[in-house]
């Protein structure tokens, strides 16, 4: 039989969303993230994945700590938007979102948004090419509230604005940035998410 590779197939792998935090020296900013998971009890450890082309990526990799925040489905897409569609290089992306910090100094978002938070410590960096994984020890881990952790599958369905666009192009089914035209390029990589081709659908 053929073996064949379904892109959409990996769509149903079950993911959280995740606001992650950091401080590169001269300020507090965040992002999102959807790769996030617990990879050992004995010792505690967690890992997190951020594309290379982040400015989180960098300013982790050097300070070493960062927080994660589990998003509700409570959090409001303007969120999303802050933290998910800028670049902390030239932003700051937590003005405006309440927040408070932690005992390790970084910021932990609202109880409007989040229902707990994990102080995480990077103990190995594994390079994945576009990506790099963090395997970090859990320094602090607090639960919030009882509200249910936001699913991907929750905010496209619930949250993410569906796109208006009906010119020639595709949309990213991550972002749902459009792109105009009548060829997408093989190579084409979203301004905003950074997720390539396989990831837009022709409108």
């Not at 489905?73 to 992306?93: A, N, V, W």
């Not at 604005?161 to 949309?171: I, L």
């Not at 459009?178 to 390029?185: F, H, K, M």
């Amino acid at each position: 039989m053929e073996q064949r590779i379904e892109a959409n197939a990996l769509f149903n792998i079950g993911y959280g969303l995740y606001a992650v935090t950091y401080n590169d020296g001269a300020r507090s900013n965040g992002l999102i993230v959807n790769t996030v998971v617990q990879v050992t009890s004995t010792p505690l450890k967690v890992a997190v994945t951020i594309n290379k082309s982040n400015y989180s990526h960098d300013v982790i990799k050097n300070t070493k700590k960062m927080n994660v925040c589990p998003l509700t489905i409570d959090t409001p897409f303007e969120i999303f938007e802050k933290l998910g569609f800028h670049s902390g290089r030239d932003t700051d992306k937590l003005s405006g979102i309440l927040n408070w910090s932690s005992a390790n100094g970084l910021a932990v978002l609202s109880a409007d948004y989040v229902n707990s938070f994990f102080s995480l410590e990077v103990l190995e960096y594994v390079d994945l090419g576009t990506h790099g994984m963090f395997i970090c020890g859990v320094t602090e881990a607090v639960e919030i509230s009882d509200v249910e952790t936001m699913t991907y599958t929750y905010y496209h369905k619930n949250v993410k604005p569906k796109p208006q666009a009906k010119a020639k192009g595709y949309v990213c089914k991550i972002c749902g940035y459009v792109y105009e035209g009548e060829n997408l390029p093989e190579d084409f990589e979203c301004p905003i998410c950074k997720h390539g081709a396989i990831d837009f659908e022709k409108l």
